[in-house]
């Protein structure tokens, strides 16, 4: 009985003491206590883009952009946040869950690779003790980049005559295996338009003037009718100018654009002007009844050097 009751003891004596190193009334649960530890924290950049395929998240580089943190629990009022050092503004009306900071991402200096956005919670006076988040997104800064051969062809008994366009960044080898010409070395290429004569003489807004779509190849057409040649007798008089007006764009935002001006005469093409081509000005072929002009933006894909050869000197 006396060894019953001296291990009762022990026993209640060891409680008591457990109890004092914990403090009083605290009960520990492992789990519970690495939940509250992770508190779910998102962390956002205006505009980024998520490649299911390579599980990075792009972001426009080398401009601001606002980077959201959004909390599940509010921030204590005695705690503040910051964003890769520096002090975050809390949302007006978010209950200090969502906090933001407008901050510019640069690229690494190889480029295109994962940088760490730190976010962190605590008091002024223990930075030590500042509870830490971050996310991992990869910079773009750079344009895409693309060449073109353009086409056009007369329109057989259009009325008003003009011609067909076509563009394409395609070519093929002497293998006749198909080629490529545009590209974008980080997130790649996204959206891009064509938008033909913003006050256009032939065809309403909207009836042929614009060609749209995503990513590589870059191919589209304006059709007949979109097009018209030089005509002083219609009335009203067509003048047989047409701007083209480009833009190409990557999936974080970066934006190639250049202006096609494109003139021709009562039956054929007559100039291409203002192209940003590097080289020497573009030079035309006709065969029946088509005119090709190659429009090179000295791209640095390694299919371009197929497609828009350099030129002997």
Same mark, same amino acid.
């Given at each position: ?32 206590? %690495?939940? +509250? ?11 980024? &883009?998520?490649? @299911? ?18 909390? *599940?629990?509010?921030?204590? +009022? ?13 949302? @007006? ?19 295109? +690779? ?31 980049? @693309? =060449? ?9 008994? +259009?009325?008003? *005559?003009?011609? %067909? ?10 293998? $006749? ?9 980080? =997130? ?8 033909? $004569? ?5 065809? *309403? ?11 590589? %190849?870059?191919?589209? *057409? ?5 097009? =018209? ?5 219609? $009335? ?10 480009? =833009? ?34 573009? %030079? &035309? ?11 090179? &933006? ?11 050869? @350099?030129?002997?000197?």
């Amino acid at each position: 009985m006396k060894k019953l009751l001296l291990v009762l003891l022990v026993v209640a004596l060891s409680s008591f003491l457990l109890v004092g190193c914990l403090g009083e009334g605290t009960v520990v649960d492992e789990e519970e206590e %690495e939940e +509250e530890e992770e508190q779910a924290v998102t962390i956002t950049v205006a505009g980024e &883009y998520y490649d @299911a395929s390579t599980g990075l998240t792009y972001v426009q580089g080398c401009t601001p952009k606002l980077v959201t943190v959004t909390f *599940a629990e509010p921030v204590a +009022e005695e705690f503040g946040v910051q964003i890769d050092g520096d002090p975050a503004t809390v949302k @007006a009306g978010s209950d200090r869950k969502i906090w933001t900071r407008e901050m510019t991402l640069d690229e690494t200096e190889l480029g295109c +690779e994962e940088v760490c956005i730190i976010v962190t919670v605590g008091h002024p006076c223990c930075p030590d003790d500042a509870d830490t988040y971050w996310k991992l997104v990869v910079p773009d800064c750079e344009e895409p980049c @693309a =060449s073109f051969t353009l086409t056009f062809k007369d329109c057989v008994c +259009e009325v008003p *005559a003009g011609v %067909e366009m076509s563009w394409t960044t395609t070519c093929e080898d002497i293998c $006749d295996f198909p080629k490529d010409c545009c590209g974008d070395d980080c =997130s790649g290429v996204g959206v891009w338009t064509f938008t033909l $004569d913003l006050s256009d003489d032939v065809c *309403a807004p909207g009836e042929c003037d614009l060609e749209t779509d995503s990513g590589c %190849e870059i191919s589209g *057409a304006f059709e007949c009718g979109c097009l =018209s040649y030089a005509d002083p007798d219609a $009335d009203p008089p067509l003048t047989g100018i047409h701007e083209v007006l480009v =833009s190409i764009k990557d999936n974080v935002g970066n934006e190639f654009t250049d202006t096609w001006n494109i003139t021709f005469d009562t039956d054929n093409v007559t100039s291409v002007n203002g192209l940003s081509v590097s080289g020497s000005t573009p %030079e &035309y072929s006709t065969v029946n009844d088509e005119w090709t002009v190659e429009i090179d &933006y000295s791209c640095i894909w390694d299919d371009c050097a197929i497609c828009f050869p @350099a030129p002997l000197t």
